[in-house]
RNA sequence: UGUCCCGUAGUGUAAUUGGCAACACGUCUGAUUCUGGAUCAGAAGAGUUCAGGUUCGAGCCCUGACGGGACAACCA
């Protein structure tokens, strides 16, 4: 496509974004734009939460304003500090900072309370008695109203007596509820009378036992957005029906025209994998991968171990865009954003995952070349590196057919084909183990006149890759593939999503023959294997036993053609 | 028998105040290539869930169906 047709798309933007400008335009809240993220501190980041740290730091990024990294600590029984440190790590990994506004719902408990406090003076809260199955009874359902507790019309002092004796310690959990007093026969059942304070008596990571009563999300969330003069307070789709509470909120606290907005959008669904917190925890305490980080999940720091790049990730994010529509998203597109980035980026080397020693018949023994090999053809500058070649060297066991179908251009009987960087050898012979059918080692020619860069002219149709068997190093490889083998593995009503965990998912192969350059090769640093596919180093890996991670493989049409 | 949200190629998104349905991924050709990768060129694929209405003109506005989703945690 040309520069100038390129120039002519038109920039669109999200029907959020949209939003944002033409407030911008207005002049509302002075021209201010700030968000904020606010996770709970109960698990680990996954892609679906990079979706909306793009939007909440990348709108704010965009338009000037600021956003705010908040932790939604409400809830002493599931969280935790242990996640604190990792979710600050995912974000900025992922490229976005907050400078010194971190904050904590906790930050509000005493705001929050004292809101409470002058809600129930005003006569719109309530403490109620009963026992959460027989509040929730009357709740009624969607299409029938619910009805009235008897606690409903008690007293402003009595309600504040037990609110203050509920936060003394002095009841049990669940013996009592603050209630705002709302509309009981709503169509919306988040507004028939919520409950907005219980007792806990878990220990806060923050706070320790200074409360015994904790704010529930409803009554912490857009309190704590006006608190910190949020302006957007984007949140995906099933927080829809929250809105008019949200807004009930806001308008029995606010002083003046200045009110966070809430907008919704969609949430992150990718074919394979799930986005339940709960569930992936499950999958970590079940030990049905090795931990957060297990290369297949869909958790940021799994990616990131699993090779991916931040830039990657806010490509693919980018890519599929805010909607209100609940889509499911195709895995392979957040595989294209991946190869993208690291087919400009990453260095080729040579690695055989499954070796076949061919022997050069004709090559000298004793002889070694240094062949100079380009580090990446995408990318000059990275310039060349010496890979040693010699008379025995590894090749892919499927790169050879003692038998080939038609359009096999690898080596088989007879035919010829480049060792890329080095010279074009003939298979000759190979040996084959009778009993096993394995074949056990393939006997070749070289031409000397074919050497690379040398300017020969003699062209080939296949090229492979190879390692000198004198020289490799041994590593391990983690062959990866999606950990479930159905597209939505957590949305069938019938069956547990463990039933689809796919056994294929991790493959550990050893004794794959690597270039020696690889040996001092990094944590995490990633690599293109020629022919085969992306991969990284992993944490486990030691110069004494490398062990690599494949991120994605290449695209194969050969494999395709077989299918 | 409720309320709210949403229906545009296989998938995900576009389409400024109504004006020839566009882009990306995927798919398929061909060229090229010392990676069966990458790159380049090209093709197929929806007439916008359906039925009415308003209008010179509707994916966009109105009405009604149909389909999908959310909502009845002392979770967030």
């Known amino acids: 496509m040309s520069e100038e047709k390129k120039d002519e798309l038109k920039p669109s933007v999200s029907f959020i974004e949209q939003f944002i400008i033409d407030d911008l335009k207005d002049g509302k809240n002075n021209g201010r734009i700030h968000t904020r993220f606010p996770p709970e501190p109960n698990g680990y980041l996954h892609i679906g939460h990079a979706k909306a740290i793009c939007l909440d730091f990348g709108m704010a990024e965009k338009h000037g304003g600021k956003c705010n990294l908040r932790f939604d600590d409400t809830n002493p029984v599931k969280e935790d500090v242990e996640y604190i440190d990792s979710i600050k790590e995912d974000i900025h990994w992922l490229g976005f900072g907050w400078d010194d506004r971190e904050f904590y719902a906790s930050d509000y408990f005493g705001k929050l309370f004292e809101f409470a406090i002058d809600l129930i003076k005003r006569g719109l809260a309530y403490v109620d008695d009963q026992p959460a199955d027989v509040i929730s009874s009357q709740k009624g359902t969607p299409s029938q109203p619910g009805t009235m507790s008897p606690f409903r019309s008690r007293s402003a002092a009595e309600s504040l007596d037990l609110f ?7 009841f049990e959990e669940g013996s009592h509820v603050l209630r705002a007093k709302i509309d009981m026969a709503s169509p919306n059942m988040h507004m ?20 015994k009563v904790y704010p529930m999300y409803d009554f912490a969330h857009g309190q704590s957005d006006y608190f910190e003069g ?28 200045y009110r966070p907005r809430q907008i919704e959008f969609n949430r992150l669904n990718l074919t394979y994998t799930m986005m339940s917190k709960r569930k992936l925890l499950e999958l970590v305490q079940e030990k049905k991968v090795s931990g957060w980080d297990d290369p297949r999940m869909p958790t940021l ?9 931040p830039e990657s990730i806010r490509r693919f994010i980018d890519l599929i865009g805010y909607t209100k529509v609940e889509a499911i998203n195709d895995v392979s597109l957040l595989e294209y954003a991946i190869r993208e980035d690291l087919n400009l980026r990453s260095p080729r080397v040579f690695g055989v995952l499954d070796p076949l ?26 310039g060349t590196r010496k890979v040693p070649f010699c008379n025995e060297v590894f090749i892919e066991r499927d790169d050879f057919m003692e038998d080939p179908p038609h359009k096999f251009f690898r080596l088989a009987p007879g035919t010829e084909v480049r060792l890329k960087g080095a010279y074009i050898v003939k298979c000759e012979s190979f040996r084959k183990n009778e009993s096993t059918g394995i074949i056990e080692e393939v006997y070749c020619t070289y031409d000397p006149a074919t050497r690379s860069g040398s300017g020969s002219e003699k062209k080939v149709k296949g090229t492979l890759h190879w390692v000198s068997a004198r020289h490799a190093i041994d590593a391990e490889v983690r062959l990866y593939d999606r950990l479930f083998d159905h597209e939505d593995p957590a949305g069938q009503k019938d069956d547990d999503y463990r039933n689809f965990l796919n056994p294929g998912s991790l493959k550990v192969l050893t004794g794959c023959k690597l270039e020696p350059s690889l040996k001092t090769a990094k944590k995490l640093e990633k690599f293109q ?3 085969l596919g992306y991969f990284c180093v992993d944490y486990d890996s030691t110069e004494a036993h490398p062990v690599f991670n494949r991120t994605v493989s290449l695209k194969d049409t050969w494999a395709k053609v077989n299918k």
């Open 164 to 170: 203050y004796r509920m936060n003394e310690g002095e």
């Open 192 to 211: 028939r009378d919520p409950i907005i304070y219980r007792i806990l008596k878990t220990p806060h990571h923050r706070t320790g036992d200074t409360w």
């Open 230 to 257: 949020i302006t957007y307070s984007l949140c995906t789709l099933e927080f829809e029906v929250h809105r008019p509470l949200y807004d009930w909120l806001v308008d029995q606290l606010k002083t003046s025209d």
């Open 301 to 309: 720091c799994g990616l990131r171990r699993r090779g991916y790049t």
């Open 357 to 382: 020693k061919v022997v050069i018949t004709n090559y000298p023994a004793d002889k070694v070349e240094e062949m100079e090999i380009i580090n990446n053809p995408e990318d000059e500058s990275k």
């Open 529 to 531: 294997f020629q022919r």
